[in-house]
């Protein structure tokens, strides 16, 4: 069935880079996503990539896909106090409306 | 703010009690969704309506039961709950899921912390 993994907790000093990872293993799946929730607040979409794409890049945030091994990553460069919170990756195949999210990765920024 | 509202923020209720949440979104979009969120546990898709109809239910028990008048407002109706239900209850929406090969990106309202005493 679909799976969605990411590690659960990663810790980074401000200013440096953080990255996140993902797998999932549904290799029919479209479109991958980063949210990113704070704490006591619903989920905020950051980027998305379709499965066609290697990477994205968008202001502080570089998405990489590499398809052949099912791994999705979020690159966050010069990290802020203000990124700490909870990232989730999800997937999206051609079954519409439905997402399926992984665990979440908490991101602790310490200053 | 994403332009999806949810009320209450808080909720409190009894195994006993009848309540409901309520979510409205004011971007025009056809589908609406409802997730729960444990602690712990990776996000569950509850129910997915598009255009008022309902096209999914995640085999969610009875005890919970969505309403959706328009496409702008989704209701979901809680009665003898039980305290594992207790989670942050998230609404959803989007333009159209039936757009395949389009991003169909799903906007979160703030959520709903049920606790059930």
């Known amino acids: 069935g679909e799976d969605v993994e990411q590690s659960l907790f990663l810790s980074v000093r401000e200013g440096d880079s953080s990255v996140i990872n993902c797998t999932y293993t549904?290799?029919?799946?479209?479109?991958l996503y980063w949210y990113k929730q704070e704490p006591g607040a619903g989920l905020q979409l950051l980027t998305y990539?379709?499965?066609?794409?290697d990477m994205k890049q968008d202001q502080r945030l570089t998405v990489l896909l590499n398809k052949k091994d099912k791994h999705l990553s979020l690159r966050i460069a010069d990290t802020q106090t203000g990124d700490s919170a909870i990232y989730f990756c999800?997937?999206?195949?051609?079954?519409?409306?439905?997402?399926?999210f992984g665990q979440g990765t908490t991101l602790q920024v310490k200053p | 703010e994403t332009g999806v509202t949810q009320t209450p923020r808080h909720l409190v209720m009894g195994m006993t009690n009848k309540k409901s949440l309520k979510c409205e979104q004011h971007?025009?979009?056809?589908?609406m969704y409802w997730y729960k969120q444990s602690a712990k546990k990776p996000l569950e898709l509850m129910f997915v309506y598009n255009f008022k109809e309902q096209t999914e239910n995640n085999s969610v028990p009875s005890r919970f039961s969505p309403e959706c008048p328009n496409s702008s407002h989704l209701f979901l109706h809680l009665h003898t709950l039980q305290p594992e239900d207790s989670a942050l209850y998230l609404c959803?929406?989007?333009?159209?899921?039936?757009?395949?090969?389009?991003?169909?990106?799903?906007?979160f309202g703030p959520g709903t912390r049920l606790t059930v005493l």
């Open positions: 971007l025009g979009h056809n589908a």
């Open positions: 549904d290799s029919s799946s479209t479109y």
């Open positions: 990539i379709f499965s066609n794409m």
């Open positions: 999800a997937e999206s195949t051609q079954i519409g409306g439905k997402l399926i």
């Open positions: 959803a929406s989007s333009q159209d899921p039936r757009g395949a090969g389009v991003a169909d990106t799903q906007y």
